[in-house]
């Protein structure tokens, strides 16, 4: 390939199809061909910049020094797995630990966040000798053929005859079910659980996002979940946070999104932006748990926890402290949503606004009165903000809630920039309700 001349996206496109198979999604109706990223901007094959609005796997920017830097040393000197005892997985668990409640003291390394959903649903299986699990209608937890299974937009083509053991529940949606002390949800979820005992099935855990963040991140006060997690524990089962989204400091109040929610999970399982794009995730639980968990399975991981990703994962940790990414998300995040807010009273398309932290966006609507979504405008705003340099995606159940989530350096100046680009393009784009 000619360096000077890079291919046509076209091609590319060709290419994929050929090579990795058809249906491999792309984002955007004009996919963006990323060749380099710095901090939160990335370049495409042409030269031109776009802000990234929504990546968090390089949580502590794209291409960030300190996390380079960590990977090529370590890579440098030692790579393994841990059936070779080695410091890094021991100091970097002991530093993950203890930013959870002090009965979280435990932990496994994983490749992702699928493998540590699958190793927590396992758990939950070991701790409770049954296999009934209850999650949203709108979530999404992994691909493994089980975690799979857990999500109802992302159907698997061959049940493997899992779905018996499962049961979903409506997700919480602050724009249109009052719910205001989790009360609601908590119905739900005793009435799953008593479905599943009623089977013969048992039930064995409730697994969520403490922030509900592929459900539209709605807005909830501190303490929200706690009604829920009542209910899970009276019924011996297990409550899994999956911060895999939420986690690492970006809800800006708390080092993680179940703090907010005031509730100490059994399991907490983690991904994407451990590593800052090196592939490492895990999960931290309870010694019992864990006991429970190595007795019943045999579970070993050959690069889970090797010791370049651990490296990787430290230095994220290092940036996010050093440079005091938590309290940015917070300051950021508020100011992101003043001038959301701002541009719904000057724009009826926009429904409703919210935030946690440093996620945010906008939820479109046909009309403000009957609350119809209006999914299609959604994607008219994401791929109009493509076009003029801004890397977005929608979410929720009904595929209508701007998607706002951008790496953990976003400063005052990228707020301006996002969000006066989005007012102009919703003053270009007709709305006819």
């Given amino acids: 390939m000619n360096g000077d001349h890079p291919p046509r996206t076209e091609d590319l496109l060709d290419r994929r199809r050929r090579l990795l198979g058809p249906n491999v999604s792309t984002f955007y109706e004009e996919p963006v061909h990323v060749v380099n990223g710095e901090g939160v901007w990335l370049w495409d094959a042409d030269g031109r910049k776009y802000l990234d609005?929504?990546?968090?796997?390089?949580h502590v920017g794209h291409c960030n020094p300190r996390v380079v830097n960590a990977i090529a040393e370590q890579a440098g000197r030692l790579n393994t797995h841990t059936r070779y005892p080695h410091e890094g997985i021991l100091d970097y668990a002991e530093r993950l630990t203890g930013t959870f409640d002090e009965t979280l003291s435990t932990a496994i390394l994983t490749c992702s966040g699928s493998e540590a959903n699958d190793i927590a649903l396992r758990?939950?299986?070991?701790?409770?000798?049954?296999?009934?699990?209850?999650?949203?209608?709108?979530?999404?937890?992994?691909?493994?053929?089980?975690?799979?299974?857990?999500?109802?937009?992302?159907?698997?083509?061959?049940?493997?005859?899992?779905?018996?053991?499962?049961?979903?529940?409506?997700?919480?949606?602050?724009?249109?079910?009052?719910?205001?002390?989790?009360?609601?949800?908590?119905?739900?979820?005793?009435?799953?659980?008593?479905?599943?005992?009623?089977?013969?099935?048992?039930?064995?855990?409730?697994?969520?996002?403490?922030?509900?963040?592929?459900?539209?991140?709605?807005?909830?006060?501190?303490?929200?979940?706690?009604?829920?997690?009542?209910?899970?524990?009276?019924?011996?089962?297990?409550?899994?946070?999956?911060?895999?989204?939420?986690g690492f400091g970006r809800c800006g109040s708390h080092f993680w999104a179940h703090q907010k929610q005031g509730v100490v999970p059994d399991v907490v399982t983690m991904g994407k932006p451990m590593g800052n794009g090196h592939p490492?995730?895990?999960?931290?639980?309870?010694?019992?748990?864990?006991?429970?968990?190595?007795?019943?399975?045999?579970?070993?991981?050959?690069?889970?926890g090797n010791p370049v990703s651990c490296a990787a994962a430290m230095a994220v940790l290092d940036e996010l402290e050093d440079r005091g990414l938590q309290e940015n998300a917070a300051a950021m995040g508020k100011l992101a949503h003043g001038r959301l807010s701002a541009l719904s009273e000057k724009y009826d398309v926009i429904g409703d606004v919210r935030q946690s932290g440093m996620v945010f966006g906008a939820e479109f609507v046909r009309d403000r009165e009957t609350r119809e979504p209006s999914s299609a405008f959604a994607d008219q705003v994401v791929n109009e903000m493509r076009r003029r340099g801004i890397i977005l995606s929608k979410l929720g159940r009904h595929k209508n809630t701007l998607k706002i989530r951008p790496?953990?350096?976003?400063?005052?100046e990228h707020v301006d920039l996002l969000i006066d680009t989005l007012d102009d393009v919703l003053a270009s784009i007709p709305h006819h309700g």
């Fill in 53 to 58: 609005c929504y990546n968090n796997v390089p």
């Fill in 123 to 246: 758990m939950a299986e070991a701790m409770t000798g049954k296999r009934g699990i209850v999650a949203t209608d709108a979530t999404y937890h992994g691909n493994t053929t089980l975690v799979s299974h857990l999500s109802r937009s992302n159907v698997p083509g061959v049940g493997f005859g899992l779905g018996q053991y499962l049961r979903h529940v409506e997700a919480p949606d602050c724009y249109r079910i009052s719910d205001p002390d989790g009360q609601h949800f908590a119905a739900h979820v005793q009435r799953a659980i008593e479905d599943l005992e009623r089977e013969g099935i048992g039930f064995a855990a409730l697994i969520v996002c403490p922030l509900f963040l592929n459900e539209g991140f709605p807005d909830q006060k501190e303490g929200w979940l706690r009604p829920a997690a009542e209910a899970v524990r009276c019924a011996g089962g297990l409550l899994i946070c999956d911060e895999v989204q939420s």
């Fill in 280 to 304: 490492v995730a895990g999960l931290v639980t309870t010694p019992t748990i864990m006991a429970r968990f190595r007795n019943a399975f045999r579970y070993f991981n050959t690069f889970g």
């Fill in 407 to 412: 790496p953990m350096p976003f400063v005052a």
